[in-house]
């Protein structure tokens, strides 16, 4: 079946580290997202990517990076430089960029620093 | 710029009574789509519903259907019999077809709570 897959479900950061969420997609969808969401609250856009080799910042994307090296895969690293990274991260995938295309999306990585 | 607004942060409704949670939006693009997301408590994001701005029908899947007052520019989501699983959190989402293709634009959320 196809789906977007992200790993691990859970990870624990020390103060200080770098840390990398995998998400991968065999959707064969063009655009792929990263959000974060606080609990309780609605989603933030960190970074999107619409196509391979291509992405732009969204609105919280300082203390973030990513890369799209390959159509299925954007993985998102959380940097020592993101000071408040305790959070639930949320993949996603779009078709493209039409009116009508939604999101499929991932699971989540609950990140939680120690 | 787009923005969704959902003015209830949270609703309690007994089960099998029907509920609405508020969505409005404000965009410049003539064309766009909305959307409707169920998050439970798992955290995943489940589509429920999608509407089209030049549908001219009201959207429909099941027991949610959306009520959409394109002169309003609100698109409500409508749940009818509710039920205990209904409970999650619920997003409104927008995508325009030009100046807002690139990303969704999501509301803040309401979380609904279904009581037995």
């Known amino acids: 079946d196809g789906g977007i897959t992200q790993s691990p479900k859970y990870l624990f950061r020390k103060e200080g580290q770098n840390v990398t969420l995998s998400c991968e997609q065999n959707l064969n969808h063009d655009a792929m997202y990263w959000y974060r969401q606080d609990p309780g609250q609605g989603l933030r856009l960190i970074y999107y990517?619409?196509?391979?080799?291509?992405?732009q910042k969204g609105d919280i994307a300082e203390g973030y990076s990513v890369s799209r090296e390959k159509k299925e895969s954007f993985p998102l690293t959380v940097t020592s430089a993101q000071k408040n990274p305790t959070a639930f991260y949320l993949c996603?995938?779009?078709?493209?960029?039409?009116?009508?295309?939604?999101?499929?999306f991932g699971s989540g990585t609950r990140l939680t620093v120690v | 710029a787009q923005k969704i607004t959902q003015t209830q942060p949270g609703m309690f409704v007994q089960e099998k009574e029907a509920v609405t949670l508020d969505c409005t939006y404000d965009t410049s693009d003539p064309s766009y789509g909305l959307f409707w997301y169920k998050q439970p408590s798992s955290g995943e994001m489940i589509f429920l519903i999608y509407q089209g701005s030049y549908d001219q029908q009201n959207a429909t899947e099941g027991r949610y259907s959306l009520n959409f007052q394109k002169a309003r520019k609100s698109a409500n989501l409508v749940i009818s019999a509710s039920q205990l699983g209904d409970s999650a959190m619920y997003f409104c989402a927008m995508r325009g077809a030009i100046q807002g293709a690139q990303k969704l634009v999501f509301g803040q959320g309401t979380r609904l709570t279904i009581n037995p």
């Open positions: 990517s619409q196509i391979v080799n291509d992405f």
């Open positions: 996603a995938s779009s078709m493209g960029w039409e009116r009508n295309y939604g999101y499929t």
